[in-house]
C-alpha cells in the first residue's frame, strides 16, 4: 500500500506550491461565488448587468503577485471610480431634471484567479443604494454604436422627432427598457 503524504523532502522542495493548495483547499466564506474561467466570469457580468440595467466600473487590477495570478475589482458605475472633482456650480440654486448621477453606492464585486487553476473566486456585495432596472436607465450610458446611429441623420438635417418611432415606455415595471429608448438630444 503506498504511502499518500509527501516527504519532508517535497514539501521543503515546493513550500510555494503547498502553500497555494492550501489556499485553495480551505473553505471559504469571503468568496461566496465561483466561475469555472474567465469567460464564465465576464458572461455572468455581462447577465447582471442587463438584469438590472446597471455598470460595473474596474477600479483596480493587480496580476503577477505569487499570491493570486488576477485581482479585479469593479464598483456600480453610480458610486464613480476618482474622488470628488474640483468643480463648483454657477448657480446651485437651479432646479435640474435629472438629478446626480453619483451616489455613495456600495455595490462592489472582487474577483481573484490563483496561480495553477482556472477558477475564478467572486465576493460581490450587491446593495444599491439607488433604484435599480428602469429607474437607473436615465443614468446609464448609451452605447456607442446607438449613439452614432442616431447622431448620423441629425448630421444630415433629419428632424429628432423622425429619427425614433418607438413607442414612448410606458412605466410597465414587469418590462426592463433600455437606454436607447430614454435618448434625449442632449445625449448625442
Given at each position: 500500500m503506498a504511502n499518500s503524504k509527501p516527504t519532508l523532502t517535497q514539501h521543503l522542495q515546493n513550500p510555494l506550491q503547498d502553500r497555494l493548495n492550501?489556499?485553495?483547499?480551505?473553505?471559504?466564506?469571503?468568496?461566496?461565488?465561483?466561475?469555472?474561467?474567465?469567460?464564465?466570469?465576464?458572461?455572468?457580468?455581462?447577465?447582471?448587468?442587463?438584469?438590472?440595467?446597471?455598470?460595473?466600473?474596474?477600479?483596480?487590477?493587480?496580476?503577477?503577485?505569487?499570491?493570486?495570478?488576477?485581482?479585479?475589482?469593479?464598483?456600480?458605475?453610480?458610486?464613480?471610480?476618482?474622488?470628488?472633482?474640483?468643480?463648483?456650480?454657477?448657480?446651485?440654486?437651479?432646479?435640474?431634471?435629472?438629478?446626480?448621477?453619483?451616489?455613495e453606492c456600495k455595490c462592489a464585486l472582487l474577483v481573484k484567479q490563483y496561480p495553477g487553476t482556472a477558477t475564478i473566486l467572486g465576493n460581490y456585495s450587491s446593495a444599491h443604494d439607488h433604484l435599480l432596472r428602469n429607474a437607473n436607465l436615465p443614468f446609464t450610458q448609451i452605447p456607442k454604436d446607438k449613439k452614432e446611429h442616431i447622431a448620423g441623420p441629425l448630421q444630415l438635417g433629419v428632424s429628432a422627432d423622425h429619427i425614433d418611432c418607438n413607442t414612448l415606455f410606458d412605466q410597465d415595471s414587469t418590462r426592463v427598457a433600455e437606454r436607447t429608448e430614454f435618448i434625449e438630444l442632449r445625449d448625442i
Open positions: 492550501m489556499i485553495h483547499s480551505l473553505p471559504s466564506s469571503k468568496y461566496s461565488l465561483s466561475w469555472d474561467n474567465w469567460a464564465a466570469f465576464q458572461a455572468w457580468l455581462l447577465r447582471e448587468e442587463s438584469t438590472f440595467t446597471i455598470k460595473f466600473h474596474l477600479v483596480n487590477t493587480y496580476q503577477g503577485l505569487p499570491e493570486f495570478e488576477r485581482q479585479c475589482r469593479y464598483v456600480c458605475s453610480r458610486r464613480g471610480t476618482g474622488g470628488s472633482k474640483p468643480y463648483t456650480k454657477l448657480h446651485p440654486d437651479w432646479n435640474r431634471k435629472r438629478g446626480p448621477k453619483r451616489t
